[in-house]
């Protein structure tokens, strides 16, 4: 079985500050693990994905993200938010059947 | 490249009657799953196809939802009959194939409102 904890449901930062939205996985086998960004009336769309090439992943945006294995931790970085960044963000974990599950995702809000 | 398409993009209908959700996915993906979104529930899988063939429908909530693929290029989501609590959006996503390794491209998502 596998799944994933995001660990604050809502994030709030100043423009130019450091963003951290924390994502913990459990899986019984090598994972491969996603963020996606949904904006307000939109799809989600990937902004990158870990597949066991690198621990360090960049995504889109500026955004990147680091494969802990020691910590099970997949946790999204971004240096300076920019306001553009606010919406909500999913972590998942895909099995070996390439079904995902999504964790219930974190809101991050940018003020000025 | 055309992305997921989903339609209609809102559905306002009243208790009982049908609703039908349709998707098109991405041309040349194999799996496609259909989502629904709550504020209360999240994002919940409701189904999911490979090759138009159904592999895990544990998601369903029940015998008043069903869903089809009759070929590679289309699907559909129906309620009969339809409940307040069905209110949601519901996403389509497609996938190149069936591994782990791919990421899922959703759709604008229906956003259907039972009254």
């Known amino acids: 079985a596998q799944s994933v904890t995001q660990l604050g449901s809502h994030v709030s930062v100043s423009e130019g500050a450091l963003v951290l939205l924390r994502c913990n996985y459990s899986s019984s086998v090598p994972p491969y693990l996603f963020w996606y960004v949904q904006y307000p009336n939109q799809g989600l769309q990937l902004l990158l994905k870990?597949?066991?090439?690198?621990?360090l992943v960049k995504g889109i945006n500026g955004f990147e993200a680091e494969f802990k294995k020691s910590e099970t931790s997949f946790h999204l970085t971004k240096p300076s938010a920019h306001m553009s960044d606010a919406a909500e963000y999913f972590c998942?974990?895909?099995?070996?059947?390439?079904?995902?599950?999504f964790g219930d995702g974190t809101t991050l809000t940018v003020k000025p | 490249d055309a992305g997921v398409i989903q339609s209609p993009r809102h559905e306002v209908t009243e208790m009982g009657q049908e609703v039908t959700l349709r998707c098109k996915p991405i041309s040349g993906h194999n799996s496609l799953f259909w989502y629904r979104q709550t504020m209360m529930r999240g994002l919940e899988l409701l189904i999911y196809f490979n090759n138009n063939v159904p592999i895990d429908d544990s998601g369903m909530p029940e015998d008043r939802f069903s869903a089809k693929m009759p070929n590679a290029s289309f699907s559909t989501l129906k309620i009969q009959p339809s409940e307040p609590r069905d209110s949601a959006v519901y996403f389509c996503a497609s996938s190149p194939d069936r591994g782990p390794n791919y990421e899922q491209y959703f759709g604008p998502g229906t956003r259907l409102t039972v009254t």
């Open positions: 998942a974990v895909s099995g070996p059947a390439g079904k995902s599950t």
């Open positions: 870990y597949t066991s090439a690198a621990t």
